[in-house]
C-alpha cells in the first residue's frame, strides 16, 4: 500500500466498470454470501406462502389503507405504507419490501460494527445473524404486519445516533423524522425518542441537535394527533392506551383492595371483575378480546375503544396499580422473564401462538369479521384486487416448516447477549456506558415496555433482538480491541533517513 508520506503511483490504474463493486463484495464475502443465503430463504417463504400470511391485526391496517381514517387502536404509519404500494394490488410486493427491510437492518448491523468499531467482518456477520436466519423472523416478515417496518425504523436510528462522534443539527433533524415514523409505526416509538435525548444529554451532544431531533420528531406527530382529534374528538394518537393498560391489570385487580366507592366512583365499579383474581385463567387478553362476558363488551359493541371507556379504564388499571404495587411487579416480572426460555410455551393462547407458525390454518382462509363499511376478507380482496388467502405451495412451504422448527433464537441466548451487553456497559463505566448504552437500554426497554404496559407477545421480542446484538457486537469489538478501519487502512511506512531531509512536497497530515 503506498505510504502516506509517498506520492501515488502513476501506474496505478482507476478501477472502472464493475472492478470497484466486486471488490467491496470480496472485501465483505462472508456478509455477502451470508446475506444471499437469508436472500434465499426469504425467496422459498414467499413461494411457499403466498401472496402473503395473515395475523388477527392485519385486516385493521388493510381496511386503513383502503378508506383512510386515524385509527382508534393503533397508529397508522404502516397503513400508509400500504397505502403506497395499493395501486401496485400485491400483497406479494408488500412482503418482498419487508424482507427487504429485514435484510436492511442486518446489513445496517454489520455496517455499524465494521466502519465504525473495526470489528471484522466474520464477527459482524455473526452478529447479523439472528435477524437474518431466525425462522420467526422471517415468518414476521411474510406477516401483514408493522412490526418489520418498525425494526428497520429502530435499528436506522441507533446506527445513526452512534454512526458519528458529534451529531450536527442536520443529523438530529432526520433522526427525529424517522422517530417521528417510528412512533406513528408502533405507539411505542415515543419513548424512544426520551431514550435517544437522554442518550444525548449524557454525551453532551449538545441542545441544537437535541432540539432539532425532537422539533423533527413532535412535527408530523402533532399533525397526526389534530387529524385524530378531528375525527375521533380526542387529541391523541389512540383511544387504546387505558385499555390496553386495563388488560395489564385485570388478572390481579381486586376492587375491595382497591377500595372503589361504588357511589362517587360508578365508572371505574363498573369495570371490576367479580371473578376471583386466581380463578381468572392464565392470559389477560381475555379481558380485552375474548370473553364476550367480561366487563369491557358489556358497554356494547364497538364501545371498548371510545374515549370515555378508555379514560375509565386508564382510571381504575392505575388505581389497581398504585392500590397493588407488589402485584403489579409481580405480573411485571413474569412477563419479562417469559422473554428467556429456552422452549415456546404456548402463550396468550393457541390461536395466537401458532398464527406465528408457518404451520398453521388459520391464514389460510380469510374471516368474514365486521371491517369499517365492510368485511375483513373483502377488503383483504380488494386490495389485492384477487385472492387474498395464504395459498400454501409444497416443496417450498414444507422447507420452511422443517426449516422453522431447526433454526430460531431462543429466548435463553437473547438474555445471554443482554448480559454480555451489560457486561459492556460496566466495563466503560467511567464513559457513562459508553456507546453500548443505547442499543442496550434500547432492547430492554423493547422488552420490559410490553410487560409493563400489555402482556407478553412472542411477536414483541423481535424488535429487541437486532439491539441486543449491537449491544453484544459493540463489547466484543471493544474486547478485540481493533481500530476503526479509517484509521488502519492508513499503514505507515517505516521512516528512511531520506523522509527526514527538507522537501518541496507537501505531504498530507494525519487527522
Not at 459482524?124 to 425504523?153: H, K, N, R
Not at 386495563?246 to 371483575?273: Q, V, W
Not at 414483541?460 to 446484538?469: F, K, S
Amino acid at each position: 500500500m503506498v505510504a502516506i508520506a509517498d506520492p501515488p503511483s502513476v501506474n496505478a490504474s482507476p478501477v472502472g466498470g464493475w472492478g470497484r463493486p466486486l471488490a467491496l463484495l470480496r472485501r465483505h464475502r462472508v456478509f455477502a454470501v451470508t446475506l444471499g443465503v437469508a436472500f434465499v430463504l426469504r425467496i422459498v417463504t414467499m413461494l411457499g406462502f403466498g401472496p402473503a400470511m395473515w395475523f388477527n391485526d392485519s385486516y385493521d391496517y388493510v381496511s386503513v389503507a383502503l378508506r383512510p381514517r386515524p385509527h382508534p387502536i393503533r397508529p397508522d404509519g404502516y397503513s400508509f405504507w400500504l397505502l403506497l404500494l395499493k395501486p401496485f394490488h400485491s400483497f406479494s410486493l408488500v412482503v418482498l419490501t419487508q424482507h427487504l427491510m429485514g435484510l436492511a437492518a442486518a446489513f445496517l448491523i454489520y455496517a455499524l460494527l465494521t466502519r465504525k468499531f473495526g470489528m471484522p467482518g466474520w464477527g459482524a456477520t455473526l452478529a447479523a445473524a439472528p435477524v437474518m436466519f431466525d425462522a420467526y423472523q422471517i415468518q414476521l416478515e411474510q406477516l401483514i404486519m408493522s412490526d418489520t417496518m418498525f425494526i428497520l425504523l429502530v435499528v436506522g436510528v441507533v446506527t445513526l445516533v452512534l454512526w458519528r462522534e458529534r451529531m450536527t443539527w442536520q443529523g438530529g433533524t432526520v433522526v427525529g423524522l424517522l422517530l417521528a415514523l417510528t412512533a406513528l409505526t408502533r405507539s411505542i416509538g415515543l419513548p424512544i425518542l426520551a431514550l435517544v435525548v437522554a442518550y444525548l444529554v449524557i454525551k453532551r451532544a449538545g441542545w441544537k441537535p437535541i432540539a432539532a431531533m425532537i422539533a423533527a420528531c413532535a412535527l408530523p406527530v402533532l399533525a397526526y394527533m389534530g387529524w385524530f382529534k378531528a375525527v375521533n374528538g380526542q387529541f391523541a394518537m389512540t383511544n387504546s392506551d387505558g385499555v390496553i393498560l386495563y388488560m395489564r391489570t385485570s388478572l390481579f385487580a381486586d376492587c375491595h383492595k382497591m377500595n372503589i366507592d361504588e357511589r362517587r366512583e360508578l365508572e371505574l365499579a363498573l369495570l371490576c371483575i367479580n371473578v376471583a383474581p386466581k380463578d381468572r385463567g392464565l392470559s389477560a387478553q381475555a379481558y380485552l378480546w375474548w370473553d364476550d362476558q367480561n366487563q369491557l363488551h358489556v358497554f356494547g359493541s364497538g364501545m371498548k375503544f371510545t374515549p370515555e371507556i378508555n379514560a375509565n379504564a386508564s382510571a381504575f388499571a392505575k388505581k389497581a396499580i398504585l392500590s397493588q404495587p407488589g402485584d403489579y411487579l409481580a405480573a411485571v416480572a413474569k412477563d419479562f422473564f417469559r422473554a428467556f426460555q429456552w422452549g415456546r410455551p404456548r402463550f396468550p393462547d393457541a390461536k395466537t401462538f401458532l398464527q406465528y407458525e408457518f404451520d398453521n390454518e388459520y391464514t389460510r382462509k380469510l374471516p368474514k369479521w365486521s371491517s369499517y363499511h365492510s368485511t375483513t376478507d373483502k377488503d383483504a380482496e380488494a386490495y389485492e384486487n384477487g385472492p387474498a388467502a395464504t395459498h400454501v405451495v409444497s416443496p417450498w412451504s414444507d422447507i420452511m416448516i422443517g426449516y422453522q422448527k431447526v433454526v430460531r433464537l431462543p429466548g435463553i441466548v437473547l438474555g445471554l447477549l443482554l448480559l454480555f451487553g451489560l457486561y459492556g456497559v460496566a466495563r466503560r463505566w467511567r464513559d457513562l456506558g459508553g456507546p453500548e448504552l443505547l442499543p442496550w437500554l434500547g432492547a430492554v426497554g423493547l422488552i420490559l415496555a410490553p410487560a409493563a404496559t400489555a402482556e407478553f407477545d412472542y411477536r414483541y421480542l423481535l424488535p429487541a433482538v437486532p439491539l441486543a446484538c449491537l449491544a453484544a457486537g459493540i463489547t466484543a469489538a471493544g474486547l478485540l480491541g481493533r481500530p476503526s478501519p479509517r484509521l488502519s487502512s492508513l499503514r505507515l511506512s517505516p521512516l528512511r533517513p531520506s523522509s527526514l531531509r527538507p522537501s518541496s512536497r507537501r505531504r498530507p497530515s494525519l487527522r
